[in-house]
Every structure is written in C-alpha cells, then in structure tokens.
Nanobody
C-alpha cells in the first residue's frame, strides 16, 4: 500500500522558515517525479515546485522561486520542502505528491502551515 505522510507544519511568524517532510512507503521513490502543492479554502490547489525522477531537475513556479527548495532522499524515501522568508499569504494546506503517470499518482494527506504575527 502506498502512503505519503507529511510532517513539519505549524505556525510561524512572517519572515520565518519551516521545513516540511513527506515520508513515503510502498513506492520506489527514484522512479517518481515529486512535488509540493498548496491549497487555500475556496481556491484551487496550486503547484509550487517539483523535481523530476532520474536526473532530479527542479522546476519552480513564481510562488516558490527564491524562497522554497525541494529535495529528495531516495534511499530514505523522503521528499522535503524548505520554506524561507514566509509571508502571511503562504498560509495554506500543503500537499506532497509522487507522480509516475496518470494511473500512478499519489498525494500526501495535507499539512497546515500558518504564517501570522
């Protein structure tokens, strides 16, 4: 059974940092593209950044550029999201995803990040 379990969320003041980790089970992680999304109530889920399988190329959206970094440890089966310079508008539920195609796509359970003073 495939599982993605996120941890590391919580509350932080503006300008602060958080590191989210997604622990996976039941997948050979090196075969999957990995990514992070977020969602605010009433809005569509927003893609932030992703890392390809194999070469590990990273792609960022404007929301993530310069502040967020994705990393993976295939041996440990984890993918991390380092977030720096957090802003109140970064408040959302964050999701990790492992993707090897339309029929082989898995989401984590979502984890709350709140940025406020």
């Amino acid at each position: 059974q495939v599982q993605l379990v996120a941890s590391g969320g919580g509350s932080v003041q503006p300008g602060g940092s958080l590191n989210l980790t997604c622990a996976t089970a039941g997948v050979y992680l090196d075969q999957y593209a990995l990514g992070w999304f977020r969602q605010v109530p009433g809005k569509e889920r927003e893609g932030l950044l992703c890392m390809s399988a194999g070469e590990g190329r990273t792609y960022y959206t404007d929301s993530a550029k310069g502040r967020f970094t994705i990393s993976r440890d295939n041996a440990k089966g984890t993918v991390a999201l380092q977030m720096n310079g957090l802003k109140p508008e970064d408040t959302a539920v964050y999701y990790c995803v492992a993707d090897k195609g339309p029929r082989d796509l898995y989401w984590g359970q979502g984890i709350q990040v709140t940025v406020s003073s």
